[in-house]
């Protein structure tokens, strides 16, 4: 069974870090290009960023140098260091695993909350 199990939200106040986690069962985990999206109360769900099988990275603008994407491969586990955390980074966070042009597989999410 594929599975995708996103840990490490919670509350946090502004200017904190976070450290989610996405643990992939059931697949090739190398073999997939994989990514965190976002979505924040009343919006739509955006792309945050990613990493590809080769450790490139793109990071949606409002979280470069703020936020850093990596994966163990041996792990078979990716994750999202947030630092200097802003209110606007409330959301529900979800890890996702694709190819190049599709995302097809999507964990059940974790909810990060910044206080003011």
């Known amino acids: 069974q594929v599975q995708l199990v996103e840990s490490g939200g919670g509350l946090v106040q502004a200017g904190g870090s976070l450290r989610l986690s996405c643990a992939a069962s059931g697949l090739t985990f190398s073999s997939y290009r994989m990514g965190w999206f976002r979505r924040a109360p009343g919006k739509e769900r955006e792309f945050v960023a990613d990493?590809?099988?080769?450790?490139?990275?793109n990071y949606r603008d409002s979280v470069k140098g703020r936020f850093t994407i990596s994966r163990d491969n041996a792990k078979n586990t990716v994750f999202l260091q947030m630092n200097s955390l802003s209110v606007e980074d409330t959301a529900v966070y979800y890890c996702?695993?694709?190819?190049?042009?599709?995302?097809?597989?999507w964990g059940q999410g974790t909810q990060v909350t910044v206080s003011s």
């Open positions: 996702a695993a694709g190819s190049t042009s599709n995302w097809n597989l």
């Open positions: 990493v590809n099988w080769h450790g490139n990275t």
